[in-house]
Each structure stands twice: as structure tokens, then as C-alpha cells.
């Protein structure tokens, strides 16, 4: 069995909140031993250097394979140079290898705007690592989501020209799920025929509409919370977990 710890939307912002609950959920996901961590965005409330160094303490050293991707709040180019080491400006892409899975995790940022879009270099990465491994699970990931969730605030900010990504992911029968954050709210649905699993929030809860009448609509007072992605005999299923 395959087992994916999927954290999202820490936030870090230098504030002893924000950093206690991102610590939280990576070491509940951590202590999980899973075959891999993914973090899909918003890492960086601001996108500050002195923010992404505080990540940096966050996730080193530890032998569980970490991959991540930029989040609207993200700044890449402080985001590479900082947790990636890479200098430059380009899409924060990264790949990540198992013996029994592979894990695309797509930079979806649009430098100053809070929605998303996958640009041409982005899906012919993409495709390229779905190429080279085929007949090998594989999972997509980025952070914003590429279908509505019936969350307008959220809605109106998600992946833009969804099309454009179910054209490569149908070329590619070996992808089994496709993942995101930015909703802050443990949530499922479906994108090009495939299972479009959202990560709960690490920084507060994204609400529905007829929950809050608040804008943002969010509860800073709940836990944070994590996915748990499991793969099995070609089945996923994933679990959600509050953090203590």
C-alpha cells in the first residue's frame, strides 16, 4: 500500500500561531511514515525570504521524500532559492519518483494574481514526467483546484483554462488522482474523469456559504488538519485528519 501525507495552505508568516500549526500538521504527518509528503502551496503567507526560512527549519531533516508546489501567496522566485535551491524566476515544478508511484506536483501560481493557471511550460513538463513513466501510478498535483466547490470565494480564484490539463491528463491512463489546496476545506469531487482531492487548511477552515456570512469565509479556531492519500491494488482513498 502507498501512503501519501497531503498538507497544504501553512501560511507561515513569522507569527508563533502560524508556525505552531504548520510544525503541528508536518509532524503528525511525518510521524505517519508515509511513503511521501506533498505540499500544495500557500507555504509563505507573503512570500517572504525570512518566511521560506522558517519553512526550511520546518522540513529538513527528515528521511520521508518531501515535495511541494507554490500557492498564490507564494513568491516563486524567493520559494526556489530558499527550499529548492534553484535561482530564477520559472514555474516551480517538481517530481518526485517512488518505486511503486509517480508524484507531479505543478506550479499553478500567477505571479500578483490570486488564480491559477498552468502555463505552457508547466503542461509540457507535466507531460513529459507522465511520459516517462508509464503503466506507474501517477498523481498530479498543484494548488489551485481545476473544478468549482461550490465555495464562491474559492470558485472564483481556481484553476483557470482546466481544459488545457485534461487534455494532457488524458493522455495518460496512469493517473490515478489529481490534488489540491487552496480551498482550505477537506473536500472531493471530480475533474477529466479522475478523483480531484482537496486538502483541508493548516492556517484556519474554509467554510461553505450557508455556514458564515464572513469574508473571508474561514474558522480560526478549529485544528488544523491534513489529508491521508491511500493507494491500493489501483484504489485511492483518503482520509482526513484533524491535528491535535
Not at 13 to 37: F, K, M, V
Not at 176 to 201: D, E, K, M, R, S
Not at 223 to 229: K, L
Amino acid at each position: 500500500m502507498l501512503v501519501l501525507a497531503h498538507v497544504s495552505d501553512i501560511h507561515v508568516d513569522g507569527t508563533e500561531r502560524n508556525t505552531s500549526r504548520a510544525a503541528r500538521a508536518l509532524d503528525y504527518a511525518r510521524a505517519l511514515r508515509p511513503d511521501a509528503i506533498l505540499l500544495t502551496g500557500d507555504i509563505a503567507d507573503n512570500g517572504a525570504v525570512e518566511e521560506y526560512e522558517i519553512v526550511r527549519e520546518l522540513i529538513k531533516g527528515d528521511d520521508v521524500p518531501l515535495v511541494l508546489c507554490p500557492g498564490n501567496h507564494d513568491a516563486r522566485g524567493n520559494l526556489r532559492k530558499v527550499l529548492l535551491g534553484l535561482d530564477g524566476d520559472h514555474p516551480a515544478n517538481q517530481a518526485l519518483n517512488l518505486e511503486n508511484a509517480t508524484i507531479a506536483l505543478c506550479d499553478s501560481s500567477i505571479p500578483g494574481l490570486p488564480e491559477g493557471r498552468l502555463d505552457d511550460e508547466t503542461l509540457d513538463w507535466l507531460d513529459g514526467v507522465l511520459s516517462a513513466t508509464p503503466g506507474v501510478p501517477a498523481f498530479v498535483g498543484m494548488h489551485h483546484p481545476a473544478a468549482e466547490l461550490g465555495i464562491p470565494y474559492v470558485d472564483g480564484i481556481r484553476l483557470r483554462e482546466p481544459e488545457r490539463l485534461a487534455r494532457v491528463l488524458g493522455r495518460h491512463d496512469h493517473v490515478v488522482a489529481v490534488l489540491a489546496g487552496h480551498a482550505h476545506t477537506a473536500a472531493a469531487t471530480t475533474f477529466a474523469g479522475l478523483p480531484l482531492l482537496v486538502a483541508p487548511g493548516v492556517v484556519n477552515t474554509g467554510l461553505l456559504p450557508f455556514e458564515t456570512d464572513a469574508l473571508p469565509p474561514v474558522d480560526l479556531t478549529l485544528p488544523p488538519a491534513i489529508a491521508i492519500h491511500l493507494l491500493d491494488d489501483g484504489r485511492i482513498t483518503t482520509h482526513y485528519r484533524p491535528v491535535p
